[in-house]
Each structure stands twice: as C-alpha cells, then as structure tokens.
C-alpha cells in the first residue's frame, strides 16, 4: 500500500531524514519509534504531503504520490494528529462529518456514518453529537479525532503521536480501542510514537528511526529476540526483554480450552482471552495462584490458565 524508496527530506542544509526505504503492506500497522527529532514525523507528513521529500520515491498504491493531487491523496488518508485539531467552534458530529461534506456524501449518509463512528469509538451518539470539543475529556475528544479521520472510509490512517498528551490510564484504554478498531477495518495504518512499549503493543511490524535512518525494520517479535544494534537494544530494553515478550502474546494463546463454554459462577474472577500473558503473570504472582479461569467477550468461561505454562511457554 505505500512504498518509501530512498527518501529523502532536507530543510536547507540540515538532513531530516537520510535515503530510507520502507514497505507497508495492505491491513498492516507500521509503527515509527525513535527519539525526539530522529525522524519519524518529518516520515510520516512525506506520506501525504504536508512536506515535500527532497529526493526518492513515495508510492501510494503503486503510484508515485507527486503525480497525484494533493487534497485528492489527503482525502483518502485520514490524519490523527496529538492534541485533536479538532475545530472548537463545530460540534462533534459536525468534526466528524468534514471530510464526507467535502466529497458531497447525501446528508442521511453522512448522519448514518458519523453515528456509526461514535458508535465504534465507543461514545454515545445521543450524548456526545451535539457536544463542542471544549466540553470533552482529553480521551473523548482524541477518539473524535480518530472518527473524524475514519468518516470518509480512507484506505490509509497516518497517525503522530495521537495518545501523546494523554494520561496513562487514558493512553492504555485509547491503545486497546486501536487494536480493537484494527481488528474490525482493517486500515493501513502508519503510527508515529517515541514510546516502544506503545509501539510493541500496536504494531505488526517496527520501523526503529535515529538521526534520520531506518536502523531495523521488523516484527515486535524480532525486534526484541534479535536487535540490530546496541541502539535497538538500548531502545527496547535490556532487563525486562523477557517480560515485553510476553506482553506479545494473549491467554487464548496458551490457555486449555473446555469443549464447551459454560457460565461463569456467580462473583467468579479470572482472566479474559484477550489479555495478554504478562497480565495474566501480573494477576497469579498478585493473587498468589498458580490456576485461573479464562472468559470469553460474553462472560462465558472457556478455559484454565497455569502460571507454569505461562513460565514455561510465554516466551
């Protein structure tokens, strides 16, 4: 879906990002991760044009992106960026609506799909359409902004450090809503973070940028069994590689599934599939059990977990 070939970005004299090559394929999500000023920025707004790239190529689909007009190429990319860039004086639904009034979308379509939208971003339609960004928390008003890029069905989503200004708690709920919103469309997504823990947790597959190169592109997976440099290692960390590999995997990974599911006993706890396997270490060394029971989305319970199997094959 978008291909980098030996791209290159110079402000006057000063190399912003030096000859990279990268491939995101169709569904993926590319995450860039590096420190301040390495790059992953000035990357991303090549991508739709909000820089121009000095030297390269940038394809989109297999087409060279300068020979396609630039609001015809933003169009069909939608753009998160930190803080929302919501426009204070529009209601919500009118935010959300921008980029379908723009293509001349019939006005039922556009009330169905903003209404769709909130729908997924899990916010209420009767109360929070006629809202104005100014009366939403910060994570309410960052899940707008991630409707409004989603209104116009793009192919692409660019995203810049969308979750940065947020608290943690915040953060981490934004974070599971991404990976839950990915499951079900399914865009191309590029994701612009300096937080690796975000970036293990998003990703199919890690571009590590420093002073404006690529140093490894791979899998989470890879990137932390095989770093490419001390840099990539000094990155994802040292100590806790073990713990941050299996953070990678979920409970239905390892569990012991029943034959069938059956109803959970009243007041009885344990761990969901989606957890991953380093929550669900977290919860037995905290609870101190070595046995959990695993439910499904619907509450129905579907399996046994073993801090043993966890010790011994999370990783």
């Not at 190529?57 to 190429?73: M, R, S, Y």
């Not at 915040?170 to 973070?193: A, G, P, S």
């Amino acid at each position: 879906m978008i291909e980098l070939k030996n791209v290159t970005c110079r402000f006057g004299e000063a190399v912003a990002v030096d000859r990279i090559n990268l491939t995101v394929e169709t569904g993926e999500v590319c995450v860039l991760v590096g420190s301040s000023g390495c790059g992953k920025s000035t990357t991303l707004r090549m991508i739709n044009r909000l820089l121009p790239h000095s030297a390269g190529e940038i394809l989109v689909d297999g087409e060279d992106i300068t020979a396609i007009n630039p609001e015809q190429l933003r169009l069909n990319m939608g753009y998160v960026i930190q803080g929302t860039g919501l426009f204070p004086h529009w209601t919500v639904a009118r935010n959300i609506a921008m980029v379908p009034q723009l293509l001349k979308w019939p006005r039922e379509q556009i009330e169905e799909r903003v209404h769709e939208l909130l729908t997924l971003l899990e916010l209420d339609p009767a109360t929070h359409a006629d809202k104005y960004p100014q009366q939403l928390s910060g994570g309410q008003a960052q899940r707008v902004g991630v409707a409004r890029a989603l209104a116009a069905n793009p192919n692409i989503l660019l995203m810049d450090e969308p979750f940065g200004a947020l608290d943690a708690i915040t953060r981490e709920t934004l974070q599971l809503e991404m990976l839950r919103i990915q499951k079900e469309v399914r865009k191309t997504t590029v994701f612009v973070t300096h937080d690796i823990d975000e970036a293990l947790k998003l990703a199919t597959r890690i571009a590590v940028m420093d002073k404006g190169r690529i140093i490894q592109y791979d899998t989470p997976e890879n990137i932390l069994r095989r770093p490419a440099s001390e840099f990539v290692e000094n990155l994802v960390g040292k100590q806790d590689r073990g713990l941050k590999l299996i953070s990678l995997r979920r409970v239905r990974d390892l569990m012991q599934p029943y034959p069938d599911p059956k109803p959970p006993e009243p007041g009885a706890e344990g761990l969901r599939e989606d957890d991953s396997l380093r929550v669900a270490l977290s919860v037995m060394l905290w609870q101190d059990c070595n046995r959990m029971p695993v439910f499904n989305a619907s509450g129905d319970e579907t399996g046994v977990i073993s801090r043993e199997q966890i010790m011994q094959e999370g990783g």
